[in-house]
């Protein structure tokens, strides 16, 4: 991961600097978007689970 200017020092360098320029951020996000919905589906078929052992007693 590179920054997205050629500079040897700060000097000069204004503004906001984004370090995830150039990368494969993309990947990251829909990688991390997957595991959350995985993460919801799983507490919702638990909690069904939960909820239906329950109602039966």
């Given at each position: 991961m590179e920054?997205?200017?050629?500079?040897?020092?700060?000097?000069?360098i204004?503004?906001?600097?984004?370090?995830?320029y150039g990368s494969?951020?993309?990947l990251w996000v829909l990688l991390s978007f997957v595991l959350?919905?995985?993460a919801i589906?799983?507490?919702w078929k638990h909690e069904?689970?939960?909820?239906s052992?329950?109602?039966?007693?």
């Amino acid at each position: 991961m590179e920054a997205p200017f050629d500079a040897t020092s700060w000097d000069g360098i204004s503004g906001a600097i984004y370090a995830g320029y150039g990368s494969a951020e993309l990947l990251w996000v829909l990688l991390s978007f997957v595991l959350v919905v995985i993460a919801i589906f799983g507490g919702w078929k638990h909690e069904s689970e939960a909820y239906s052992a329950l109602k039966k007693d």
